[in-house]
Structures are given as structure tokens and as C-alpha cells.
């Protein structure tokens, strides 16, 4: 396909699930020829209710050959402190290293819960400073699995 930029159409706009999906489906093609034999970033979650069926805890992320990246951890305020956090963890942990995995990634603001990962074994790599506003960092672990 040969076209030229000035014949291109620029869209600029807000959330947009179709355009995220098909954004998706083309890095994975793009990530599955690059890296032959590995499955390209298959999601896993961890996902905790109460008997009602409340939401009260869950992680999303990835796995991806030997790496698994956690893309959100959230709590709910009434279970926070109590010890769900890290049991969500450990369970993303764990289906990580059947996956295959043998290193975790996650990022956190240090308004976020930098010392909670900290507190679980995960060490800082990088801080990104002034992210997103001058006073916060954007900090990003790792952690070595079994």
C-alpha cells in the first residue's frame, strides 16, 4: 500500500474501544512475528467478589514469554489494609510462573502504593520524576519469580 500522507485523514478524539481493539490485534500480529513461539501478551486477571457478587478487589495485566506485566490493581476501600491486595498478587503471581514467567513488571504513582509492591519484593528500576504532576513520580518495579 503506497499512499501519501497528504491523502490521509487525521482523527483526534477521546476513548475509543474499537480503535483500542483493532490497535490490539495489529501490535499482537506484529509482536507474533518478531518473536516466533511465544504467545503474544494473553491477559490475565485475578478478580475477587463478595457473596453478593461485589466487586472487591482485581488485577489486569499480561503475559508475554518469560515476562508478565500488572496493568491495574485496584481494592476496594472497604477490604483495603486487610491483606486482599497481596493474596490478589500472589494469585497473579502464581498463574504467571505456569505461564511460563519468570519476572513481574508493574508501574505505580508514589501517590498509589509504591510501598506496598515494595513490601512484596518488587524493587524500583526507574522513576520517571514529575509525572504526572511536579510534586509525584511515576516509579516502576520489578520482581523475580520462582
Known sequence: MTTSPDD?????GE????????LAERLDEHNAAATAGTDPAPELTVQVHDVDGVLMGGVSGWT???ATGIAMVWVHVDARGSGLGARMIG???TEAVARGCRHVFVTSFTFQAPGFYERLGY??????????TPEHADLHFRKELA
Open 64 to 66: 508475554w514469554g518469560v
Open 15 to 22: 476513548a475509543d474501544p474499537e480503535l483500542d481493539q483493532q
Open 91 to 93: 494469585d497473579f503471581e
Open 123 to 132: 524493587r524500583q528500576i526507574f522513576s520517571w520524576d514529575a509525572v504526572p
Open 8 to 12: 490521509l485523514v487525521t482523527k483526534i
